[in-house]
């Protein structure tokens, strides 16, 4: 039995290895090296963190985990993200956990695949944020579509993510 807890660990460190590299802030953080000259280092650290994170505190409520990410945001990458997606990713990661917290494996290669195949590729740029490639799903309009401005780029030190107004 122990394969299939190490098949399932497995499986749950890729989907929460998907939901980060599907998140348009540490997207954007990477690109434009807002965590220095190891940013996609730091990315990559950022996961095995997070995982790590879960499996020492099993029973995680959503604001702990929106907590810890926003944490390592700031710490790591010298970004406070505003755009509301740090609930979003929370609760990915959190129902991923329950999924492997139960053993269940194939709900968590679905939710894997799902944010796989959602997955944009976002780009900062002075007038807001773009995306390059093939997006499945819609082009983001309205009042969810994301936006990064130059002024918010650098705002002391930091840099903000927010929601297009």
């Not at 956990?97 to 494996?105: A, I, K, P, S």
């Not at 807001?128 to 030190?157: F, L, N, R, W, Y």
Request: glycine fraction near 10%; include cysteine; charged fraction near 25%.
């Amino acid at each position: 039995m122990a394969g299939a807890g190490e098949d399932s660990r497995a499986l749950f460190g890729a989907g929460v290895r998907a939901a980060l590299e599907a998140w348009p802030a540490l997207q954007i953080a990477v690109e434009n090296s807002f965590g220095g000259v190891h940013s996609q280092e730091k990315a990559e650290w950022l996961g095995g963190a997070v995982e790590e994170y879960f499996f020492r505190n099993a029973d995680l409520e959503l604001d702990e985990v929106e907590d810890f990410l926003g944490e390592l945001m700031t710490n790591e990458f010298d970004t406070v993200v505003e755009d509301g997606s740090l609930p979003q990713v929370s609760q990915q990661l959190q129902t991923m956990f329950q999924h492997f917290q139960r053993g269940d494996g194939v709900a968590l290669k679905e939710m894997a695949s799902h944010i796989t195949q959602r997955k944009c590729k976002v780009t900062a740029t002075n007038d807001g944020a773009a995306t390059d490639g093939v997006c499945p799903q819609p082009e983001p309009s309205g009042p969810d579509s994301q936006t990064i401005k130059e002024e918010d780029i650098v705002e002391d030190g930091w840099t903000i993510v927010r929601r297009k107004k």
